[in-house]
């Protein structure tokens, strides 16, 4: 659709699917996603831009139990880990629900390939391009869930080696995200972190100058 | 709207954004973008996840044309170096347009702000998870243009000390993107990477796994 041209409405549907994005952590246990919904998803990531062209993401679809246990050990062994180093707040941040990885329809972890030294298009400066392109990928499918009516949780609370030796990925390859998608109990107006308490988002105006940093 | 329910034909308006999206190097000289058409793309790229809510973005919009000649100058003297870098393709990728910062209607620098070491939440393991944020809101912005009928590219060529200079950007802070903005020539039906046979997209069954790396 090379000049297609969006309307008024279909705009407003378009911002209300990023006003209606959230960070989902509380998922129907036992519910399923469709294959074909699951292929759009996948699809809408994989649409996303990169840098060079380079696709450097990687998908891998956890549909064995055990595999999806052993994740989430190792997102509870950092979680712990992370509780520890916040020192104060530890308590607080341990009474926070921050992922679904066992209750969710779909569990996905995506992962920056390996051999990407080659590729020096738009990145000879700035290496971690990379994984910006990905991050990209992620979103592309996060809103595409929520245009789907489903929920999605970005999970970075874990040791990468550790995600790397489970899924046998190659040297040079990393795990960046575990992605849980499914039906969601609710779609919260806020971020659940402001809902928690546990901080408050600033507005706009705070991040935007002109011409200069300020 | 926090339990807003989306329709089979919005998610088919959402899924035509994502698919003519494209990185967009040529602008019709001279075009604007309005004022409340700029606030709604950079609240769309506010309102992307961030990890802890750390909300690490900022924005500097560059309007005054010393400013914006002097970061075009930093971007062609790293496309310089890239060719160099690419050896055996180098002249091939000289005669690639690779932005469009001189012609785009706004020029807008998104960085990473000064001061991310104290947030921890979901990067204690992996820091760099600050960058995944500000490369989500920048697709939120990027997906917004086109839903907008406007082109953008992410420019990625050049060096952050030199951007950090000429911006006055504080230690610590970095820029990630230049972003160019604004009517495009055409929205071509492919990535211009591939129409120039700079390179060759992969499809999607090659990035897709199960249990395992593969």
Redesign the interface.
Known sequence: ??????TKS??T?????????R?IRHFIPGATIQPDTLA?L???A????S?????P????????GD?RRRLHAVVEE?RV??AH??GERSDE?MRLK?EGVLDCAELLVV?LCDDRERH???????P??D??????A???L???A????LGMG?V?????ADVAAI????PG?QP??MLCLGPAQ????R?L??IEQ??T??P?DD???????A
């Open positions: 659709m090379p000049q297609r041209h969006f279909e705009r549907a378009f911002y209300d699917v990023i006003g209606a994005r960070d759009r996948l699809a809408a994989h649409a996303g831009p840098v060079g062209l380079m696709q993401w990687r998908f891998v679809r956890i549909t064995d595999v950092e880990r992370t180093a916040l941040f921050v992962g020096i298009f738009g990145r000879r400066t700035m971690a391009m994984l910006a392109s990905v991050a990209c992620i979103e592309n996060w809103l595409a929520r245009a789907e009516n970005w970075s609370i874990f040791s990468p899924l046998s990925m190659p390859a960046v995200a609710s779609f919260p107006d971020p972190l402001e546990w901080t988002a600033r706009l991040f935007v100058s002109e011409n200069r940093w």
